[in-house]
């Protein structure tokens, strides 16, 4: 690298570095940072300090004085009579050879075990919006007059009480959702019992630790929530998949002998597939809870969204011997940003779960709170989700009829009564994956169902389909063009085939 070169390096990153520190001071950072990625290699000579400030349009001196912090700091040398050099044998820590390969984004060797496993998962998208992401709600029609007259009345009652910790959550919106609850999913039960937190994943990772040891076993549904998935593994727990059949979730006699500590489900509208857990499993999974010591948490995350008969009653609301701890989000039904969740848990785990949630995570955000409690209490809660309902089976009608009439013999449709998705499973064996890869780069997205599997050997290929963020003007236009990549890529599998 020669003197002109450094000096367009030095100039490039200069200047595209705008800051209000002194220009002597941002020139030693970008020297020095410069050597130690690599963009100055070691042993190179750098330009005299006069070039490199004709240059940059500097006086010679500030050139001078980054040299000289530079030099004191052991990052240059002087050779007498030649000139000043990067030293040749800088050792710097993570510093890449010349020719070497790069390094992957995160060196494993920087992580736990069970850092590694949740890196590797990779089930977690940079798209979180637009045609077809699933789980994303529409957010231009939420009523933000009101919620912004909510949060400003506490804001401006100055409540110091407000910005403090909220042990549980705050007291009146545990008490509104204690009487909701016992209103729509037949939960009798008392504001102590309610428990607020940051989103689904947090209260998942403290009935985790709670409940269970390292080791223990998870029973999850197959497929699945790869969220809960991740968190249950993360905390040391034992993920083991359990088939569904029409039916839902269907232990067998085999699968009790090694019984679990914990069973994560979604039995009143099963994600993905929108099974309702029978009665009868529902009433055997309640007994067998009972006979082996296990916890059943019961994930009822979008039940409010049901488009036709009315929300089945809810596994907790059945429970007499308290084995269930019950799920619920406002993700959905408000919008995901509010990041608020709550746990009904029976009387017995009242002051544990209390105690863990002030310990391991000190809940606050109660300006939220308070707001969301008037919201609900007022009868807007009940309003915007009518609502919603209305535009989402508006939206899930268009885009099923599309692919109906588009690509009926080609998909098998699951569930669809109830949420924010459509899952189709494809009729031909298609890797999903590369398909999903193919619409993205196309602009619509859609969820490939082999990620809901936690056993590779039983995974099916489909697609999970998010129509709830998506206008109506839009749903047509993105319907079509998932058609042309489902098109193509099971006629080019027909083809294969034939081939073979």
């Given at each position: 690298m020669d003197a002109e070169l450094v000096c367009e390096l030095i100039a490039q990153r200069l200047w595209s570095q705008p800051g209000a520190s002194l220009l002597k001071t941002r020139l030693y950072l970008v020297l020095r940072q410069a050597i130690l990625d690599g963009g100055i290699p070691t042993g190179i000579k750098l330009p005299p300090s006069r070039m490199l400030a004709d240059a940059l349009s500097l006086g010679r001196n500030t050139v001078v004085r980054a040299y000289d912090q530079l030099l004191v700091e052991g990052y240059l040398e002087t050779r007498v009579g030649d000139g000043t050099y990067v030293v040749e044998s800088l050792a710097v820590p993570g510093r890449r050879a010349a020719g070497a390969p790069p390094r992957p984004a995160v060196a494993p060797d920087l992580l736990s075990l069970r850092g590694r496993r949740i890196a590797s998962m990779g089930t977690s998208s940079s798209v979180q919006h637009g045609a077809f992401m699933p789980g994303i709600p529409d957010t231009e029609h939420f009523p933000f007059a009101t919620w912004r007259r909510l949060l400003s009345k506490y804001v401006r009652?100055?409540?110091?009480?407000?910005?403090?910790?909220?042990?549980?959550?705050?007291?009146?919106?545990?008490?509104?959702?204690?009487?909701?609850?016992?209103?729509?999913?037949?939960?009798?039960?008392?504001?102590?019992?309610?428990?607020?937190?940051?989103?689904?994943?947090?209260?998942?990772?403290?009935?985790?630790?709670?409940?269970?040891?390292?080791?223990?076993?998870?029973?999850?549904?197959?497929?699945?929530?790869?969220?809960a998935r991740t968190v249950l593994q993360a905390a040391g727990l034992q993920a083991e998949p359990i088939a569904l059949d029409d039916k839902g979730i269907a232990p067998t006699e085999a699968d009790w002998e090694c019984p679990p500590r914990l069973v994560f489900m979604s039995p009143s509208s099963q994600y993905p597939t929108g099974i309702v857990l029978s009665l009868e499993r529902r009433l055997e999974l309640l007994a067998k809870a009972?006979?082996?010591?296990?916890?059943?948490?019961?994930?009822?995350?979008?039940?409010?969204?049901?488009?036709?008969?009315?929300?089945?009653?809810?596994?907790?609301?059945?429970?007499?011997?308290?084995?269930?701890?019950?799920?619920?989000?406002?993700?959905?039904?408000?919008?995901?940003?509010?990041?608020?969740?709550?746990?009904?848990?029976?009387?017995?785990?009242?002051?544990?779960?209390?105690?863990?949630?002030?310990?391991?995570?000190?809940?606050?955000?109660?300006?939220?709170?308070?707001?969301?409690?008037?919201?609900?209490?007022?009868?807007?809660?009940?309003?915007?989700?009518?609502?919603?309902?209305?535009?989402?089976?508006?939206?899930?009608?268009?885009l099923r009829d599309i692919l109906g009439e588009r690509l009926g013999e080609a998909l098998t449709a699951s569930g669809g009564d109830a949420g924010l998705h459509l899952l189709y499973y494809f009729n031909q064996a298609v890797p999903d994956a590369p398909l999903a890869a193919a619409s993205m780069a196309r602009g619509v997205v859609f969820r490939p169902l082999s990620i809901y599997y936690l056993d590779p050997a039983r995974a099916r290929s489909g697609m999970n389909l998010g129509y709830a963020c998506v206008p109506m003007a839009r749903i047509g236009p993105a319907a079509d063009i998932l058609c042309q990549v489902l098109e193509q890529g099971f006629a080019d599998a027909g083809r294969s085939g034939a081939r073979g």
């Open positions: 009652r100055e409540q110091s009480h407000l910005l403090n910790y909220g042990v549980g959550g705050f007291g009146p919106l545990r008490a509104e959702l204690a009487d909701y609850l016992r209103a729509t999913r037949l939960i009798q039960c008392e504001p102590r019992q309610v428990m607020i937190f940051n989103g689904t994943h947090q209260a998942i990772d403290l009935c985790a630790r709670l409940l269970c040891d390292a080791g223990d076993r998870v029973w999850m549904e197959e497929p699945g929530y790869w969220g009972r006979e082996h010591n296990a916890w059943l948490i019961e994930d009822d995350y979008d039940n409010e969204l049901r488009y036709h008969n009315r929300p089945v009653a809810s596994l907790f609301g059945l429970d007499g011997a308290e084995r269930v701890i019950y799920l619920g989000t406002f993700s959905k039904v408000m919008y995901p940003g509010l990041r608020l969740a709550y746990l009904v848990v029976p009387p017995a785990l009242v002051d544990a779960f209390a105690a863990g949630n002030a310990e391991m995570y000190r809940e606050g955000r109660l300006t939220e709170q308070a707001a969301l409690a008037e919201f609900i209490a007022e009868g807007h809660f009940a309003a915007h989700l009518k609502r919603m309902r209305a535009i989402y089976r508006e939206r899930r009608d268009a």
